[in-house]
């Protein structure tokens, strides 16, 4: 267990920090701070500290004056405050949902054994950078035995390429990235549940710069946007709606809970009502949220979508240290053994070699990735591509089973893959509901192998309720084969 964690949050127009430090088997917070992301035209005689730009080259060339100009930006002076203040270089880095593809998911059971390449899959199909090679990220946020639900995220380089240039010229590196929103519901958590009996929350966090919503359904994520600015309370309300169409519809919503630090406009929460009641979850804590991404590294949330550049650039960081460690140790025995010269020839020639063999590691490294990709994506997309027992081919063999009435219909049909299909309907005639259910007891796929089954038992409800028109109202309901059955029964009654 770390006896320290620290986790720096980018929060609109500041920079926020964090480390808990270890008591016992409990995580305290051992300090806190906030940098100002503004111009360094606004600070009166800002300068740049010259450690930081002892590697810069030569004044007078152009590749010096961009790297002064990047070392001099907002988010760069941030980050070495924040070194200098927590006393490492390395640190998790939490981030606005709006910098993120993400995606909520539900999945079979055991598609947790390959979830980072569905989660490749998935966000590949929603991405705007068909180029792009993604890192995803995923955690599981519900489960039952039968499936999960998992929340996918990647940060596309157009989204990251400021942060690197900053990470770079400020010379600290991440181990972790998450989402900010997360950690703002682990923060809050105990007051966004006071209404214990809500199936379907709303969670607005207007903390930021912009608007957040996270839909709770039985107190799991199944839903999480950036909604960006919305200075007007219908564009908001419209954003809202849209999102909640994408689950299905806006009915059922049993809580809004609107999280600000300061109270939101009231013509905001008027229109919001719309959706259900609406109540306000005051923050007081500016680093609460920053915080909760802090504890949720502790206790082992496993979303983490760090680029592949920044895992290399810590990696390649932490072998340096190592590197210069040993060679200062090696170094004095090596001086008064065999004289600077000899000493600095050998280290030069290791540290060539070194890099030769890096980059050819590089190369067959990603070579490899690609191909294990290629192949990881292929063997995902035919396992997700098997329909047999899908939803239309079993539709299909039941209208089939249909008797030759023009009287009778279906009103619903309701599918659950590997149990069974109920239909209900209506007929007019007795004999034609005998019929069907004769039928759907001999009915089986086309292709299917020995004449099997495809129900292993049919069983009528209702039948009974005739309308004064004539009309009867039925429900037949035929289950699947189990894989647990000893024998399939194939041919013969049932």
Known sequence: MAKQVTVLGLEGTALRGVRLDAEGEQYVRGACDSWPLIAASDLPGAVVPADDLADAPAEGTETATEEIAVADKPLARAFRAAAAKFGTREFVLSLPLSKFLVKTVRLPAGARE??????????????????????????????????????????????????????????????RTDATAFGWLRALWPKLCEKADANRRLVLLALDDGWDLVVLDDGAPSFLRGLGHQEKPEELVREVMLSLLQLGGTEGVDDVVVCSRAPVDSIFLERLVAFGPVRQVFVDDPCAGVEGAARRTVEGATLDVTPAAWREALTENRFRKKLLLSLGIAGGIWLLAMGV???????YDFMANHQKNLQKDRRHAAAYKEVSALKSRVELIQRYADHAHGALEVFKTVSDALPDSQDMMFSSFRYRRDESVRMMGTATAREDLRTFMDNLNEASFEDAEDNERLFAKVQQSGGENISKKGIIRFSMEGFFHSDDEDVKKKGGGR
């Open 341 to 347: 010269l000899f000493g600095v020839d050998t280290t």
């Open 114 to 175: 390959d979830l980072l390449g569905a989660a490749q899959l998935e966000l590949d199909g929603i991405s705007p950078f068909p180029d792009e090679v993604l890192a995803p990220g995923a955690e599981i946020v519900s489960e039952t035995d039968k499936e999960i639900v998992a929340v996918m995220a990647a940060l596309p380089d157009a989204a990251s390429e400021e942060i690197s240039e900053a990470l770079a010229a400020a010379k600290v590196h991440v181990t």
